[in-house]
């Protein structure tokens, strides 16, 4: 079979496209219905349908026309995903409307970049290889969602898995996380649009035979146990959520206000195992205002009690500053954010940006990175893995110290995106993680969403948004692991870069031969 030829698995030609300019406006339009199928929209067929349409955007256009294509997608998909940026910057960083929405549209269309490069390399070199059109566009799909895991510190924000974290794909989630969810749903909006394009009763069956078998596995999957409760006895929990006004946090004025309003928490210490407050709730290094925890610790070690909270912390080097959680109480550990928000934490170009608009001047954004492999902490016999805000965004970083662990808490300030899809987003994160390493996982934050959520990912309390609430439950420790947790997200990205290989080798000596 000559490589020129169509075939059953969608392989084409690479020939000049004839759609006319009108379709450009899909691909926009493509990239928006990720965001829709992702919290708080919960739509998840729109992730299915998107691929569908980007594949067909793909599908006969050149590698210059793709690089265009996959820009507006990914502009489609950014400017709508992560638009939320845009509160940030006007908000809480006094920029002039103007200058926010050139910054917010300057980041999204950077981040849309990515997709221009993942159009140009599917067109280029893997839409031509067997398979290409169909496996080809979902593994380099996966491939590039693990590239912005990691590349310039990462951006792992809209993932196409997340969609489905109450469907049956969700099995697959303990075994390959979010990824094998993204693998799934884009192979799902692949298999979509090659059905539709061959339309003949051998294509559509096959088809149909490969979604059905993805999506029934993933429904056997889910009634596996991966891991079992390590005791009849959960931990009684309470999560304490000030709703504290960003805008006066970082006031001094404001600072015995909040000390009282924290000190009227306090009476939780004598009936819960562990306390959670959140992100930077007392605005001081810990070691200036150690003194007014003096009384706290000892209250909660005569309750045997722990009270897990977030604080800037100051580092033992000169200019080192942290994002930290410290237990306290009948726990201990300090533990130093690792994965620093850019401007909001640290200033990228310092030099040549820093006090040149109050943006690149926002309160502490001066941190410096924790090291890794930092010990967990300690919450009486319990290991604790704690993740500050964004951290828990990182499926391998969550992954490599939750099987250490025996709880997953996350602390973050949600503050800073206003009402915005942006903390809901967040939220939808945090239960991933916990299904992907059958744990606990405490959620708690200033202004919402606070949330105790189970070992599959499924919210068993949650706080209102912009309310001062302090929520409470039950959290139980689990025995096991699951194969994500065990071993990350490497085996599934080292599979797709197999598959790709496989292809390549296929295309290079058995389509040639039979030309």
């Known amino acids: 079979m000559s490589p020129s030829q169509t075939t059953a698995t969608g392989s084409p030609e690479a020939r000049p496209s004839r759609l006319p300019c009108l379709m450009l406006l899909l691909a926009p339009l493509a990239g928006c219905l990720i965001t829709l199928s992702l919290a708080p929209f919960n739509l998840w067929p729109a992730g299915i349908l998107s691929c569908a349409l980007y594949s067909a955007l793909l599908c006969t256009c050149s590698p210059r026309q793709a690089l265009w294509r996959g820009w507006l997608f990914g502009l489609g998909l950014f400017g709508s995903g992560v638009s939320w940026v845009y509160v940030s910057i006007h908000v809480y960083g006094y920029a002039s409307v103007g200058l926010a929405v050139f910054l917010t549209a300057l980041f999204c269309a950077g981040l849309a970049l990515l997709h221009s490069l993942f159009a140009w390399c599917y067109v280029r070199w893997i839409r031509p290889l067997p398979g290409g059109m169909l496996l080809g566009f979902a593994v380099l799909w996966v491939l590039f969602e693990w590239l912005r895991s990691w590349l310039l510190t990462g951006f792992p924000w809209l993932f196409l898995g997340y969609a489905h974290i109450d469907t049956w794909l969700a099995g697959w989630a303990p075994i390959g996380g979010v990824y094998a969810l993204s693998l799934i749903t884009a192979l799902s909006g692949s298999c979509l649009f090659l059905a539709w394009r061959s339309r003949q009763a051998a294509a559509l069956l096959t088809y ?219 939220l939808e994160m945090a239960r991933m993680r916990a299904l992907e390493n059958g744990r606990y996982l405490l959620r708690g934050t200033n202004n919402g969403v606070s949330a105790i959520i189970d070992h599959r990912g499924q919210i068993l309390a949650q706080s209102e948004q912009f309310i001062s609430t302090l929520l409470i439950g039950q959290a139980q420790v689990m025995l096991g692991g699951t194969p994500f947790g065990s071993f990350g997200a490497m085996p599934l990205i080292a599979a797709c870069f197999l598959a790709l290989a496989i292809m390549g080798i296929m295309r290079r000596y058995l389509w040639r031969e039979g030309a």
């Open 208 to 426: 149909a035979v490969i979604a059905t078998g993805l999506w029934g596995g993933g429904a056997l999957l889910k009634n596996i146990q991966w891991v079992a409760p390590a005791s009849q006895e959960p931990l009684n929990v309470a999560l304490f959520q000030p709703n504290i006004p960003q805008q006066q946090k970082w006031n001094p004025a404001w600072l015995p206000y909040i000390l009282q309003q924290y000190e009227n928490s306090l009476p939780t210490l004598d009936q819960y195992d562990l306390v959670l407050w959140p992100e930077s709730a007392i605005p001081r290094y810990f070691q200036d205002i150690e003194p007014w925890f003096e009384p706290i610790i000892e209250r909660a070690r005569h309750s045997d009690s722990t009270l897990i909270t977030g604080i800037p912390y100051r580092g033992s080097g000169q200019r080192e500053y942290f994002n930290s959680i410290v237990a306290l109480g009948q726990g201990q550990g300090v533990y130093h954010k690792q994965r620093l928000v850019p401007f909001g934490e640290y200033v990228p170009l310092e030099s040549w940006l820093r006090g040149l608009i109050a943006f690149f001047d926002l309160p502490m954004s001066a941190f410096s990175p924790g090291p890794a492999d930092q010990a967990a902490l300690q919450a009486g016999a319990f290991r604790v893995a704690p993740y500050i805000c964004y951290e828990v965004v990182y499926p391998q970083l969550v992954a490599e110290s939750a099987q250490r662990s025996d709880l997953l808490v996350t602390i973050s300030n949600d503050s800073w995106f206003g009402d915005s899809i942006g903390p809901l987003q967040h």
